[in-house]
């Protein structure tokens, strides 16, 4: 557990310190580090509250040191929870912008893509002599 904390604790002041990234990118570097610092926090929390949820199942068994291993069961299933969460909002985060806006529909990328779009067709290939042809 100690291991675990130490390692979490010198990620995060290895991310905040901002020794990776370039100077001349500072307003969006701050942004990256406090998303990334809120993403891992965020997985801790679902870490911590999958630990009490497997702590809070002992108190059903007869012999609650016999299933110790819950607690690790509930955070482990908790911190992937986490992981998947951070994994969809990330993912989610620039969607709005890959989105289609209601100034730019359907019927106005047709047109866009008919007056932009080159004939993709092949022409005719020819093999073989005067004698003999094959076209494609």
Known sequence: MKKIISVLLSLNFFLASGAFSPVHAQESEDDIIKSTQNDIMLVAGAGAAGAVLGLSTLSFVETPSNHVSNIWTGA?????????????????????????????????????????????????????????????
Do not use: C
Request: aromatic share 14%.
């Open 76 to 136: 482990a299933i908790g911190v992937i929870v986490g992981v998947v969460f951070v994994a969809y909002t990330s993912v989610q985060k620039n969607s709005e912008d890959l989105q289609s806006s209601k100034d730019f529909n359907s019927f106005e990328r047709i047109a866009w893509h008919s007056e932009n779009s080159t004939d993709l067709t092949l022409p005719s290939v020819q093999f073989g002599a005067q004698i003999w042809q094959l076209k494609f």
